[in-house]
């Protein structure tokens, strides 16, 4: 643990040096219009997931982006189960997932239920 007095002396050195540098926030100006227009994750989480032929295949668990930030990577869906028991998670592409325009039918083209229970079980990290 450090000491009030060596925490003191340490701001003093802090605050007495101006040649420290200084860390800055970039601000992105953005087309509010555009950002409007997207869609809430937290809308479309718990949202049925139905394939081409109409048939719920699964749920929308959660959505995860890639940790350089730069796009959502995944969507971790469930499927199987009953009122989120007993479900198996698994991920895909979040492009390969198609939303409407109001975020009210989400399809996973091509997707059946009994080959996303084929795919690996995912789980999350606890941390």
Avoid: C, W
């Avoid at 802090?14 to 100006?29: H, I, R, T, W, Y």
């Amino acid at each position: 643990m450090i000491s009030l007095a060596a925490l003191g002396g340490i701001l003093a050195v802090l605050s007495s040096n101006p040649a420290l540098p200084q860390a800055g926030v970039a601000l992105v100006k953005v087309d509010l219009n555009v950002v409007a227009q997207g869609y809430r994750m937290s809308k479309l989480i718990g949202s049925t997931v139905s394939n081409d032929k109409n048939e719920k295949i699964g749920s929308l668990d959660d959505v995860i982006a890639a940790k350089d930030k730069k796009q959502l990577d995944f969507a971790i869906l469930q499927v199987g189960g009953f009122l989120g028991v007993g479900g198996h998670l698994v991920a895909v592409p979040f492009d390969s997932l198609t939303i409407d325009d109001t975020g009210s039918k989400i399809t996973l083209p091509g997707a059946s239920k009994e080959e996303l229970k084929k795919l690996s079980e995912f789980h999350y990290r606890s941390s």
